[in-house]
T-cell receptor, first 119, second 119 residues
């Protein structure tokens, strides 16, 4: 079974440009999450999709960030316009969702991340 | 207040010995889940082990075990018989509350512990 994949693995852009990150979750996983690790800091939650709906977007830093998950499959995270402080590693994760009851682990499986550098 | 605290930024262990990586957490929820992830130098986040707040026994997965002390709010990871391939960053994470009907909850991460296994 294929794991979570992310594209691109690296992206270097200039301040003010636009970048779109893509995440393909594990097949059959309804939940999709975006996280970010800025240099030297802890990994922080950005948002959570259940199928195509945004369940929680409390971690999105500002309106320069736009996430979509059309059709409930892959997701994109667009940063427009990019700023220097957006540099970091963006992780995507997916989990199965409802199966197993409310006390199940619903483990989140992570992709390899996209390293974004804004110059 | 920091919800997940990993007080060891770096640890060294001799090959074949056991090592304990510390994690303390803070939550007012009765239901929560604790996860450990490994991040090797290649960057991907690998799920290691899960402990639910209602689980009475400590979780074990091969050479990994979780020393769960609920009253002390600690969830230390124990790696037995360390191998060179265990050298990596290790993250402790917590999911608070029961799984929502619509899916999982976000993870809160600690700052990580860099483990180096030596010959």
């Amino acid at each position: 079974e294929a794991g979570v994949t992310q594209f691109p693995s690296h992206s270097v852009i200039e301040k003010g440009q636009t970048v779109t990150l893509r995440c393909d979750p594990i097949s059959g996983h309804d939940n999709l999450y975006w996280y970010r690790r800025v240099m030297g800091k802890e990994i922080k939650f950005l948002l959570h999709f259940v199928k195509e709906s945004k369940q929680d977007e409390s971690g999105m830093p500002n309106n320069r960030f736009l996430a979509e998950r059309t059709g409930g499959t892959y997701s994109t995270l667009k940063v427009q316009p990019a700023e220097l402080e957006d540099s970091g590693v963006y992780f995507c994760a997916s989990s199965h969702g409802l199966a197993g009851g409310p006390k199940r682990s619903d483990t989140q499986y992570f992709g390899p991340g996209t390293r974004l550098t804004v110059l | 207040a920091q919800k997940i605290t990993q007080t060891q930024p770096g640890m060294f262990v001799q090959e074949k010995e056991a090592v304990t990586l510390d994690c303390t957490y803070d939550t007012s929820d009765q239901s929560y889940g604790l996860f450990w992830y490994k991040q090797p130098s290649s960057g991907e986040m690998i799920f290691l082990i899960y402990q639910g707040s209602y689980d009475e026994q400590n979780a074990t997965e091969g050479r990994y075990s979780l020393n769960f002390q609920k009253a002390r709010k600690s969830a230390n990871l124990v790696i037995s018989a360390s191998q060179l391939g265990d050298s990596a960053m290790y993250f402790c994470a917590m999911r608070e509350g029961l799984i929502l009907t619509g899916g999982g909850n976000k993870l809160t991460f600690g700052t990580g512990t860099q483990l180096k296994v030596e010959l």
